[in-house]
């Protein structure tokens, strides 16, 4: 080998262990910068623990509070409407045929059925008496009534609805 050969030789193995301890070095700085970045939090953990920290009531003082109270008024009534059996039908034939016809077509326990002599004794009591024993419920000699026949999702109106329906439809 001549000189000038080994020369070279030299040079280019002092780049290469150069270039090698930049490539090293560049590693271990990836590795610092990583470890010093936060871990992902997982959503669900995040969900949870917002969940948990959330306040459980508001204040509402002055004008920005009753603007408030009234947002949060009507998201309440919103999400109410949004929990209405049946989607709100005050068709009385439809929440009969779901619901009530349960009871009402078997007699069970102590049902009226669609018969006017089940009715005989209930009947002179009066529409509001039926109405206000088949919303709020009623225990009776003769059976019991479930208040609003066991749905709460039910209005008054859907349950008076289907009073007067079955009512009308007495044979």
């Known amino acids: 080998m001549r000189n000038y ?23 271990v700085a990836a590795m610092y910068v990583h470890d010093q970045l936060p871990p992902e939090i997982n959503p669900d953990v995040a969900k949870r ?5 959330a306040p459980v009531g508001a204040v509402y003082a002055g004008t920005t509070g009753a603007a408030a109270q009234a947002a949060a008024s009507a998201a309440a009534a919103a999400a109410a409407a949004s929990q209405v059996a049946y989607g709100g039908t005050t068709d009385g034939s439809v ?9 009402h077509t078997s007699g069970a326990g102590g049902a009226p059925t669609l ?18 024993h088949a919303i709020e419920g009623f225990t009776g000699t003769a059976g019991v009534m479930p208040a609003k026949g066991g749905n709460p999702a039910l209005t008054d109106e859907q349950v008076i609805a289907t009073v007067d329906w079955m009512l009308s439809n007495l044979k």
């Not at 050969?5 to 040079?11: I, V």
């Not at 623990?49 to 920290?53: D, Y």
Request: glycine share 8%; charged share 25%.
């Open 115 to 132: 018969d006017k002599a089940h009715w005989a004794e209930r009947l002179p009591k009066g529409k509001d008496t039926l109405h206000k």
């Open 49 to 53: 623990t917002a969940e948990r920290i």
């Open 5 to 27: 050969d080994l020369e070279f030789l030299k040079k280019f193995s002092m780049v290469i262990g150069f270039l090698m301890l930049v490539t090293v070095g560049l590693m």
């Open 95 to 103: 929440i009969f045929n779901n619901l009530c016809t349960g009871c």
